[in-house]
């Protein structure tokens, strides 16, 4: 059977005007591989029951209550035993829907497994699975959620976001407390070192770069950071400040009235035109009509 992709905006049109939706399966049964991709970034929350979770290449047995996220292009399966699972789609669009902001430190626990573009993936958050056994509350939240959307009652929209942001809540306060689950990813060999500087990138990325300073941090050359970090995180390493700065940036311009400099300046950039050049290369827009679009998007 050939690779397909399943037509969520069709399926489900709150997608196309809000980018977000759910589909529930009370007992979903797939006794077959068929890889597929979806057209959104796709959060299968198992509910009840056992099964084997295809992300590309990778297996991951998963046991729920549980969360896993394929993102924009990855082609994922998830085969289930006789008796079938009960399992929860969420259908998110971040090109669509903005990513609510919650707060620190949850922002940045957000965008590291569920980025606003696309573009910002990499080798550790391809690939996320969140346990949450023990958390009735996640269960309730997703059920509740499914409910709105069945019944479009009025002032549903608004209800089905303030169920969402509290479900994103729950799963960064489970990635605070037990952190990442990397079992998911045998063909990476995490380094501690490469993962010491990017977590100092993630708390300082505004601030003047300088890699020697991390270099120094971690007690490597230079060249030899470089290495250990791409083959940690699958980029190199300015490449990832500079995704950093971008998403920060590409959510001020959502959520805040600030001037475009001030935003590439806080975000820390210091070159204007460097700032509008990368920007306009992930979005294909530039600063302003990015801002222009989500100031329009209405629910």
Known sequence: MGIFTYPARRDHPELRSFG????????YINRKKSLHKVETVLLSFIIRGKAIHYLGENEIKESGPSLSITHFGQFHSIITPREGI???NIFFDPQVYPLPQLGAP???ILNLFLPIHPGFQNELNKIVHIDLKGDDTAVEVVKLLNREFEQKLPGYINTAEALFRLFLIILCRKVLKSGFD???LPQIKLSSVAEKARVYIEDNFREKFSLIKVADLVALSPNYLCREFK???GK???KYLTEKRLQMAMQMLRFTNDKIISIAYESGFSDISFFNRKFKLYTGMSPADYRKKFREYQY
């Open 236 to 238: 190199t390493i300015f």
């Open 86 to 88: 009960e399992i929860m």
């Open 20 to 27: 977000l939706a759910t589909r529930y399966f009370p007992c």
């Open 182 to 184: 990397f079992k998911g």
């Open 231 to 233: 083959k940690h995180t």
């Open 106 to 108: 949850l922002d940045k």
